[in-house]
C-alpha cells in the first residue's frame, strides 16, 4: 500500500517533468511501476522459499 501511495505522489509532484522526458501517460506509467514492482516482490518472495529463508 505504502509503494502505491509513494508512487502516486511522485507522479504527481513530477508530472510535468515525467511527461517532459517520457512522453506516455502518467497513469499508464503508474500501472507500469507497479507491475514490476509487484513482479519483484513475487519473485523475491519465490527465491527466498526455495532457499529456505521462510
Request: net charge neutral.
Amino acid at each position: 500500500m505504502m509503494m502505491a501511495i509513494m508512487s502516486t505522489a511522485i507522479a504527481i509532484y513530477f508530472g510535468e517533468w515525467i511527461k517532459v522526458v517520457i512522453p506516455l501517460n502518467l497513469i499508464a506509467l503508474l500501472l507500469l511501476v507497479q507491475v514490476v514492482y509487484i513482479g519483484i516482490r513475487c519473485y523475491v518472495k519465490d527465491w527466498q522459499e526455495e532457499r529456505g529463508y521462510f
